[in-house]
């Protein structure tokens, strides 16, 4: 009988609470462990595949930057041109689900990109890391996983970066995705993928592209936009505003967001937790009628932090306005696939 060779893996090891351990004579746990020491714990893992460990930092994802994130796409890139089969990315949960939409925006390979983390660090009973790392290797192993651009798989479950969202301070089932439910799972040795996300969106941003500043500015009530007024924004050149509903403002606001808007492009979200903005509905001042009308780009269904994600990417890689809002209109509904190329 001939046997195959197991698959081969790279996994980027990022640090986060999955490489956080309790350190004697010191209150609280702190990033500690490398890739190679997190792989220690999943005895049987060579006969699902070939992992290699990339150590890539060793951080809180709170620390994470756009500059790591583009350094680490280069990478990842470079990996799966070399014959990778696959790749898997271990990091904190704070910023995990912008990391991986960022990978899933600037990686078009076929090769399977997972995302992972952990809940609970090494040094708590029932710590969920080592269970997660083995199911992202599974599925970074699986060619049923290919072509679906960047996932993240947490508790034996595989979701689209693009609709991911963590959802709790601590459950370790923190990540669902709302608007439509998990693409897959993993049940023992198997990886079921049961939909696939429509259309893919690619930035390709060079390694001399300059950086961009995006604020993300959420709408509360009773407010009065002092926050949006462009001296407040100073040096960025984007912003992501966290509206109301389907996305609606108090209409004392609206003139702030004009000007805003004149300056640099201004992307309307909603800070609900799922569902699709509205375009045709609410015609007051402060309703998304109003503010499509004063030339505000709406984000569809993206919430707020993804929609920070793109519109920084888009404007890194030169993205023009029209582009901008292109774009958003078919980040989610697959109606288009747009490559936007940045600098070389």
């Excluded at 081969?8 to 956080?20: D, K, R, Y």
């Excluded at 680490?72 to 990996?79: C, P, S, W």
């Excluded at 509903?245 to 201004?266: D, F, Q, S, W, Y």
Aim: proline share 5%; charged share 20%; hydrophobic share 45%.
């Amino acid at each position: 009988m001939k046997h195959t060779a197991p698959p081969a893996v790279v996994m980027f090891a990022m640090g986060g609470t999955i490489a956080s351990t309790s350190v004697e004579g010191r209150a609280g746990a702190d990033v500690s462990l490398s890739g190679e020491e997190l792989l220690h714990a999943l005895p049987g893992l060579d006969s699902i595949a070939s992992v290699t460990v990339r150590s890539f930092l060793k951080v809180p994802s709170g620390d994470l930057t756009m500059q790591d994130v583009l350094q680490l796409a280069t990478e990842i890139r470079g990996e799966v041109e070399r014959g990778t089969g696959g790749v898997v990315v271990t990091q904190g949960t704070d910023t995990l689900e912008e990391v991986a939409y960022a990978l899933d925006l600037l990686l078009h390979v076929d090769a399977p990109v997972v995302v992972t983390g952990a809940m609970r660090n090494a040094s708590l009973p029932g710590s969920d890391g080592p269970a997660n790392i083995l199911a992202a290797v599974k599925v970074a192993s699986s060619e049923d996983a290919r072509g679906m651009g960047a996932v993240v798989v947490f508790n034996d479950e595989i979701h689209a970066a693009r609709l991911v969202r963590k959802r709790h301070t601590t459950s370790t089932a923190t990540f669902g995705s709302p608007l439509a439910g998990p693409l897959g799972l993993v049940t023992e040795d198997r990886v079921s993928i049961f939909l696939r996300p429509l259309g893919r969106l690619q930035i390709q941003v060079g390694t001399d592209a300059p950086d961009v500043k995006v604020a993300l500015i959420s709408v509360a009530f009773d407010d009065d936009g002092a926050l949006l007024q462009p001296a407040a924004l100073a040096g960025y050149q984007g912003a992501v505003v966290a509206a109301f509903g389907a996305g609606h403002v108090p209409r004392t606001i609206v003139p702030r967001l004009r000007e805003l808007n004149e300056r640099m492009p201004v992307v309307v979200a909603s800070r609900t937790f799922a569902g699709e903005m509205l375009r045709a509905t609410y015609a007051y001042p402060g309703g998304e009628m109003d503010l499509l009308a004063n030339g505000l780009i709406f984000a569809g269904a993206l919430d707020a932090p993804h929609a920070r994600i793109l519109l920084r990417l888009l404007l890194i890689a030169g993205a023009s306005r029209q582009v901008i809002a292109r774009a958003f209109d078919s980040a989610l509904t697959g109606r288009e696939d747009i490559i936007v190329a940045g600098h070389t």
